[in-house]
């Protein structure tokens, strides 16, 4: 006889790791401290009035399902973004998505079986193993380190991994949460890998707007490897519109999307009132980018020069995306964060960081390393760095 | 070494049944045929101004990520609407999802393993074939027959299908595809069964307020067997706002809600314009659904007098939702509505339903028999029952 229990997948699937931190967070507030968020990666750069006015302005009687690939006009819309991006697919290449996440989620589901294997470059999006674990994959991480700036690991490093169940490599470019943007060379080691052995390469490009040094160098550019690769992505960043849940899964390969298209019919439609904010974005000025790339970049700068002033601190310059890995003189990240919550201030101020074992999947990797989200104003960012610069000489657990 | 092919589960996914229609109504429409859509369930009726109101006049710089679960202010509205329909729950037993299709993917995740076994009740919605499928869980149906009018089968009937697999049953109430609304003591005799097996009941009440015949019994009503039930719910037909996508997952199971959490959070938060559309919803006045529900009754009215005055047509009048199963003197459902767009029209018009067999998981069956949205005016009705008349009389394939 069965018993009421909640499924393996379900015990197996991931707390938020932030999420463990927000009770401290809550009562150190609540004690009337500040907490300057930089733990997590929702921007306080406004969503452009144009797109929510379109929402606004809408006219429509009946809130009907849109098509399950969304809107087609919507589609031709992205179509004119990618080619403005020197990306070159199909209004039936393209899917909208409820958010990147769901994105990420088809292309699972749709490319791996349970057992099947997919190597991420380590630390990465903690959200990959939720999805990982749902369609019953296993994730097998490929460590990069913060002394190479969380470079892409070397080809034979890869190739040590791959196994009779590799199916996919997955990656974040610029990359949540070091940073990192990968070379135009990086890109062709990865389609080298994947033409080699067959597998899929999954491309979250969410903040591809986001690069303040070099250029972004899309998996879609790749020759050869138009049907291994996958493009999964989102408005939530580019737009500060997060809430939305508006993301687009692109691909050339026709059994993939045919594949992800019947997930997509069990699901029925993507958002509706969404769909026309995201549309309307396709219509903002092409400059709209350079105001909230010249404004981030202004963050990193502090963030960044702030944090490597500081004594037995290192965070490499990180080219793209609105996050710094650190490495910081301490024992243990989770122990280091909670303490900053509940048992220091600085001028009754304090801030929340996101420890960085989260982000790997190799145990006992990142205990001494924090992400940091530079998604506060320049002004915010120098009061927490003040907090932190002041933490690091009192915390107990020092370690230079 | 791997190949590049999709998954197996990927390729189980089944097409939307309707679908394959699609392609021979548009040819009918590009031949200047009225097609007359009894075939899917996209009311007609507008969705209330007030609740498009809300986000017209929304306030807000940032559209953030909401809270995982959906936005605290909503769900407590939503306890308020519950309470109505004489349901208690709270806030924190209550996940906002992704409409009624995330509920249902979030229960069958959390709560069936692959290999898992689902009673269903046939015939049923075929999305549940899809999301089982996700989840790599079996789907076993019962069935239940139109000569019965559709009504819950035996609960002997239930005990030889349970093995030591079955982990829950799932039943839609009143019902899609046959309109069926199950009475107190249905309800109680599925609650003798998930209690003595230890098994889940998903209850799927997406079409709770269109009730024509006897009053709703939800699932949440049912005393001991609160660990048991979780309601999988959704603003879609309640408030004609399909395209929203905005639903609920609620259960007293502190454990499954938790899992369910975990899941929500993997995919960080349901459509944030769309919560402002439903939690103005809950603030509609209390008798916003006798309009609606006068309204559907004259068309199921209309749409079931009309069927059973035809020779060989048995239709049983449904109690709740806004769909009819129909037996008709036929062959072949699939060929008969294909040559109704394909060979057929009266005075330009054909109509466009959907062929049973799509809704049961056993083969063969339903062959003959149809379903019918009644989601259009009774005029349309009229002149769609004037079209299925004349064309049973012309059908090569009758059989009476």
Redo the contacts between chains.
């Keep these: 006889?069965?018993?009421?229990s909640?499924?393996?997948?379900?015990?197996e699937?991931?707390?938020?790791p932030i999420?463990k931190l927000v009770p401290y967070a809550e009562a150190a507030k609540a004690r009337g401290i500040k907490v300057h968020h930089l733990n997590i990666g929702?921007?306080?750069?406004?969503?452009p009035p144009a797109i929510?006015d379109a929402?606004?302005?809408?006219h429509?009687?009946?809130?009907?399902?849109?098509h399950?690939a969304g809107n087609e006009s919507y589609r031709k819309k992205l179509v004119q973004y990618y080619k403005r991006n020197h990306i070159e697919v199909k209004p039936e290449e393209i899917l909208i998505t409820?958010?990147g996440?769901?994105a990420i989620?088809f292309g699972f589901?749709?490319?791996?079986?349970?057992g099947?294997e997919v190597i991420i470059p380590e630390p990465f999006y903690a959200?990959y193993n939720?999805?990982a674990i749902?369609?019953?994959a296993k994730v097998i991480p490929i460590t990069s380190s913060i002394e190479s700036g969380f470079a892409l690991p070397p080809i034979k490093d890869f190739e040590k991994l791959i196994t009779?169940?590799?199916?996919a490599i997955i990656i974040c470019n610029p990359n949540n949460p070091t940073g990192y943007l990968y070379s135009r060379e990086e890109m062709e080691t990865l389609k080298e890998i994947v033409l080699k052995?067959?597998?899929?390469l999954f491309s979250d490009e969410a903040y591809r707007e986001f690069c303040y040094e070099g250029t972004h160098y899309s998996a879609m550019l790749l020759k050869d490897a138009e049907?291994?690769v996958v493009l999964m992505d989102t408005i939530s960043k580019r737009y500060?519109?997060?809430?939305?849940?508006i993301g687009a899964f692109v691909t050339h390969n026709k059994?993939?999307i045919q594949?992800a298209l019947?997930?997509a019919?069990?699901?029925?439609?993507?958002?509706?009132?969404?769909q026309i904010?995201g549309e309307a974005a396709t219509d903002l000025p092409v400059d709209y980018f350079d105001g909230t790339r010249a404004e981030y970049k202004k963050r990193r700068d502090t963030l960044v020069s702030r944090l490597n002033a500081m004594e037995g601190v290192f965070c490499p310059n990180p080219g793209g995306a609105f996050y710094a890995m650190a490495k910081l003189p301490i024992d243990d990240a989770e122990k280091f964060c909670q303490w900053l919550l509940e048992d220091f201030s600085h001028k009754d101020q304090t801030l929340m960081m996101a420890p960085a074992p989260g982000f790997y999947a190799t145990k006992y990797l990142g205990k001494n390393e924090v992400r940091l989200a530079y998604v506060l104003n320049v002004q915010d960012i120098e009061a927490a760095m003040d907090c932190l610069e002041v933490a690091l000489k009192q915390y107990p657990g020092k370690q230079l």
Tied chains: 1, 2.
């Design positions: 006889m069965s018993t009421l909640i499924s393996k997948r379900g015990s699937m991931p707390e938020s999420r929702q921007p306080d750069i406004e969503t929510l929402v606004k302005h809408m429509l009687k009946v809130l009907e399902y849109s399950s409820t958010g996440s769901e989620l589901m749709a490319c791996l079986d349970p099947d959200n939720g999805f749902e369609a019953g009779p169940r590799t199916k052995h067959n597998l899929y049907e291994n500060s519109a997060c809430g939305a849940r059994l993939v594949t019947k997930l019919q069990a699901r029925l439609s993507p958002p509706g009132l969404a904010l």
